[in-house]
Each structure stands twice: as structure tokens, then as C-alpha cells.
């Protein structure tokens, strides 16, 4: 079938990408869906940090691509070895399939899974096959998804079926945002509610990660953000204290659980700064991989501290987006309040724009089931 689609052609383009346009929507063919795999109407597509850093060159992947991997949508039909999803079901897309027989998997979810890993740095599906061209040429998969178009085909695995009370733009942003925030929060950190956690960097990540440690009880919460606005925000979503990175420092704060979101070596040093004696750093930021930090393993002995990378995190999808989605059900977690604005599909760059200026939290991708 055709499609149209967000396609990444040049990294490392010049900003304002508004102009120098290294994303193109275009028209694409779709492959039918494989035995194991979906065909799904997107809905709705979160805009993420780990979508800028391909398009910036952070993050290198094979290109041409189809971007985006924050989604949710309706599934139109299944592969002939898919007998637990059908058409008409919502689900929520996963960046990180799991095959469910690597000793990665057998981690509950500490450990990505390999096979799936692998599938992603090379821009295909679990399974490795890709379902995208355009005019005869191949078009890599995004994290499995591809989630900037009306429609994508992606593995079984990368698909976690939510029921259709959950607003199509709640339910894409469960599946990164919330899923990575808040897995860090109470899958690698596990506060108690008498524990103290702070969140460095607030982007859509870290405002998640802080929405959950509310919704757990977390009696002292402490936000980390170079941007006033984004201090003004996570008050709003219950951070009881704010600094920047400068305040933060110069006042000493520390907390027992510091979860750093930004991604940046700087972010990932002030965090360890941050720890107390005996607490542990959570990493879940995704610097360029040439990026290197410096911490003093003297403090990790002598203060028994612990660090711990969280990809994902540290998520099982099938079990943690349900989770999420009965903690929002109940008002527990107000995922609405991370969407900065609905946009189409063709302010896309503009959209990189805003996220690379920090004046956006999520931006949601919106399609009409007419358009789509």
C-alpha cells in the first residue's frame, strides 16, 4: 500500500531545520505485514529526543529512514502467526522489541534485548526484514516502529495492545516517555515514599520520571533544569523543589535516587554530584557515543554508591504499559499534561526545532483516520 511518511535523508544538518529541511514528507510503499507482523493506522506520534539526535547526528543510523517511534494506533491486520491481536485492537508501540529467548530477556528487563538491538542498529524489524521502500529503493525502519506516517508495519513484539478508553495521544506518549521516565523511577530506582528523588533534566523523559515519583508517593522531589520554564512546569507536576544546575551545586542539594535525563556527559556528572552517600545515580540519557564522563571511583567505594544505565527503563512493555495505563485511569498520572501541542506531520522539522530549543515537552503527530 502507499503511504506517506517523515523521512530522515542527511544528518547533521544545519539548524533551523525549518530550512535547511533534513526531514522530507514523502509518499512510500508498505509492504503487507510478515506471519509475525502488524499493519497498523497510526494515530498519533510523539515527537522524542531520541528522534533529534538521529536527525542532529548524534546517533548515527543507516538512512534513508523512516522516523519516529513514539506511537499508537488501530490495527488494520495481522500476520497469519499473530492470533492474540486483531483488527480493530489500539496498541502501543515499543522502540525495543524482545524476542523472549536471548539470556537478555530472561533479565526482566534490566537488559535489552539482543536480538531486538540488533534489529534496531540496523533498521529492520525483529525479525529482519524491512517493509519500506520508495520508488523502488529501500527505506530503513526507526527503532522497529516508524511511527511519522499513517501507517507502519512492525513485529508482534513491538506492539503492547491498550484498551480504547486511553486517548490515542496518551497512549503513544506511555509508550516512550512514560515507559522510560517511569521505569527508571520504579523499576532501577524503587523509591520508598519517605525516600528523596531528583530528576536532572525535564525534558518529556525526566517530566515523566517525575510524574511517576508523585504518583508513587514520593514525599520530597527535586527537579533539575537549565530552562526557567521548564522549573515553572515540573512545580506544576509536583517537583516540592527546582534548581538549576548552577543553584544546584552552589546550595549542596543532594537526594538518596537521582535519575539523570539529559543525556549529556555535564548532566550525567552534576547527577553523581547530586547522589547521597549510600544512594544511586539511574542513567537513562543517551549521549552521542563518543561522549565521556569523569567520576571519582574513590566516591563509589568509599560512599557505597551505586550507578545504574536503565534503557527502557528497565521496562517489560506488556507489563509496565497497562500499569500506566490504569495509574492515568485512575488520575494517578496525568500523561496529558506532557503534551506541549498536536501538529501535523508536515511540521516536522519546525517540530525538531522547538524540542532542539528546549520550548517543547512532547509534541504530538496527529492523523485523521480520513487522511490516513
Not at 544511586?280 to 565521556?292: D, E, F, H, I, S
Not at 485511569?329 to 530549543?357: F, W
Not at 509534541?363 to 480520513?370: K, L, N, S, V, W
Request: proline share 6%; net charge negative; hydrophobic share 45%.
Amino acid at each position: 500500500m502507499r503511504i506517506r511518511g517523515a523521512v530522515l535523508q542527511e544528518p547533521g544538518r544545519s539548524r533551523p531545520f525549518a530550512e535547511s529541511t533534513p526531514i522530507v514528507v514523502d509518499e512510500l510503499e508498505l509492504a503487507d505485514p510478515g506471519p509475525t507482523e502488524l499493519l497498523v493506522r497510526i494515530e498519533a506520534a510523539g515527537i522524542c529526543h531520541s528522534d533529534l539526535s538521529v536527525v542532529d547526528g548524534n546517533r548515527l543510523r543507516p538512512l534513508p529512514m523512516l522516523l519516529g517511534h513514539e506511537a499508537a494506533g488501530i490495527v488494520v491486520a495481522a500476520g497469519t502467526g499473530v492470533d492474540d491481536i486483531a483488527p480493530g485492537q489500539r496498541v502501543v508501540m515499543s522502540f525495543l522489541p524482545r524476542c523472549e529467548k536471548c539470556p537478555s530477556c530472561a533479565e526482566d528487563g534490566r537488559l535489552p534485548c539482543e536480538r531486538g538491538t540488533a534489529a534496531n542498529n540496523a533498521g529492520e524489524l525483529l525479525h529482519g526484514d524491512r517493509r519500506l521502500s520508495r520508488r523502488g529503493d529501500v527505506v530503513h525502519h526507526h527503532l522497529g516502529v516508524s511511527g511519522f506516517a499513517s501507517h507502519a508495519v512492525v513485529d508482534r513484539a513491538s506492539a503492547v495492545p491498550i484498551d480504547a478508553d486511553v486517548p490515542a495521544d496518551v497512549a503513544a506518549v506511555l509508550g516512550c516517555a512514560v515507559l522510560t521516565g517511569g521505569g527508571a523511577v520504579v523499576n532501577a530506582a524503587r523509591p520508598k515514599p519517605t525516600d528523596s528523588v531528583m530528576v536532572v533534566g525535564l525534558g518529556g523523559v525526566g517530566m515523566a520520571a517525575l510524574l511517576v515519583a508523585a504518583a508513587e508517593g514520593v514525599e520530597r522531589i527535586i527537579a533539575v533544569d537549565q530552562v526557567p520554564g521548564k522549573l515553572e512546569t515540573a512545580r506544576a507536576l509536583g517537583a516540592h523543589e527546582t534548581y538549576t544546575s548552577a543553584e544546584l551545586a552552589e546550595d549542596g542539594v543532594t537526594a538518596r535516587y537521582v535519575i539523570e535525563c539529559a543525556g549529556h556527559p555535564r548532566a550525567f556528572e552534576a547527577a553523581f554530584a547530586a547522589t547521597d552517600p549510600g544512594g544511586t545515580t539511574v542513567t537513562v540519557g543517551l549521549p552521542n557515543p563518543n561522549a565521556r564522563s569523569s567520576i571519582s571511583p574513590l566516591v563509589v567505594t568509599a560512599q557505597a554508591r551505586t550507578v545504574v544505565g536503565s534503557y527502557l527503563g528497565s521496562a517489560v512493555p506488556a507489563r509496565d504499559i497497562p500499569r500506566y495505563a490504569e495509574m492515568w485511569r485512575k488520575g494517578l498520572l496525568p500523561v496529558e499534561k506532557l503534551i506541549s501541542s498536536h501538529i501535523t506531520l508536515n511540521e516536522i522539522n519546525e517540530a525538531m526545532d522547538a524540542l532542539a530549543d528546549g520550548t517543547a515537552l512532547r509534541q504530538i503527530i496527529t492523523f485523521d483516520a480520513e487522511e490516513s
